[in-house]
């Protein structure tokens, strides 16, 4: 059974019309005036309203305004039911929002079909809305990653952008390790310091790449620091929505375990080259590295501190400055300030 507010001064006119409402299958809480009445409103929660304009304490605008600004009334379905006629009234009344407007003498069908109406119209709205949301979990329950590529999508439709300057910290090693990142644009360094206090860079990630990986299971910090070394943008995921999305993605967590083996082979390499190659080779490799991180093509200039790829190639900064020298003369790269261009890629690639 629906509940009814009805808010009216005149007692003749508050009793017939509860009586009639209640002959019509309404259960109907009745007030004498607009300050009864609001205070009824709060208390009862109707289904709908119907007020008087003209009324003691309160008057029917005024109560609309007090139950319009309160959340647990304002969705309540409010008509006027006045003596006053005038056009100017009745819009006042709609400007306030009202849903209807009924004047006095009203016709008893007129003021059941009015009520009836706006039950019908709240009623449809809230089905929409769970429909909308019942339809919306179905979705998000049927959510199906089957490769790397639709967890990128997600991540980039879904996940926090950032942006940074050339230089700028992502995340310090020692902090809590709570999200996960993809470059959409960029190139990103994570580095450590060695008991020297000397940075050393421990990887390098370009565009569509994945980085920050912690434990999923144990509550570890960030092992390293993470900066841009252009101007870069970013995507951050919250680890825990990763986890979730992997726990109901088997397929995804395949494709994820082969990534992060092609990066332990990376690494492998270059661990080898900094052991084993010759100082012309590991800077000459890092160059290429870096190329390909930083720009993709070899013909293309790369900006790159001599820091960063002493770095990498794991040799002292003066004796990389003295190899890119010999690499210069020996016609294979250009370089100009802290600007260097490949000039003869397959040279470079057979350097030893």
């Keep these: 059974m629906k509940r009814v507010l009805f808010i009216e001064d005149d007692i003749v006119v508050r009793e017939n019309t509860a009586e009639l409402l209640e002959l019509s299958d309404y259960e109907v809480i009745t007030a004498a005036n607009g300050e009864i009445g609001a205070a009824a409103a709060k208390k009862h929660l109707p289904d709908i309203i119907i007020c008087d304009i003209m009324m003691p304490k309160l008057d029917g605008y005024e109560v609309l305004e007090i139950l319009s600004s309160d959340v647990t ?89 950032l942006l ?55 509550n570890q910090t960030y092992q390293e620091t993470a900066s841009s070394i252009e101007n870069t943008t970013v995507y951050r995921l919250l680890k825990q929505d990763l986890k979730n999305i ?54 293309n200039t790369i900006k790159i501190s001599r820091n960063d790829l002493a770095s990498v190639a794991g040799i002292a900064t003066e004796t990389l400055i003295r190899t890119l020298s010999g690499l210069k003369k020996d016609g294979i790269i250009d370089i100009e300030g802290r600007n260097i261009k490949i000039l003869d890629i397959e040279k470079l690639k057979k350097v030893f």
């Design 164 to 218: 940074y300057k050339p230089g700028e910290d992502i995340y310090h090693q020692g902090e809590n390790s709570n999200y996960i990142y993809l470059i959409y644009k960029g190139v990103v360094k994570t580095t450590k310091i060695d008991e020297q206090g000397k940075e050393l860079i421990t990887a390098l990630h370009k565009e569509d790449d994945f980085f920050g990986f912690t434990s999923f299971t144990q």
């Design 246 to 299: 992997l726990e109901k993605n088997h397929l995804i967590t395949l494709d994820l375990l082969d990534y992060f083996s092609d990066n332990v082979y990376e690494i492998k390499d270059q661990l080898l080259q900094m052991a084993y190659s010759s100082v012309r080779r590991k800077t000459a490799s890092t160059i290429i590295q870096f190329t390909e991180k930083v720009r993709n093509r070899p013909d």
């Design 73 to 161: 009334t304002k969705h309540i379905p409010f008509i006027f039911l006045s003596a006053k006629t005038e056009r100017k009234d009745v819009r006042k009344g709609m400007d306030l929002g009202a849903d209807d407007y009924l004047t006095k003498p009203f016709d008893e069908s007129e003021l059941i079909s009015a009520i009836e109406s706006r039950l019908a119209k709240v009623a449809i709205i809230k089905e929409n809305l769970n429909n909308k949301n019942t339809k919306k979990n179905k979705v998000d329950d049927e959510e199906d990653f089957k490769t790397l590529d639709h967890l990128k999508n997600y991540v980039i439709d879904n996940a926090e952008e």
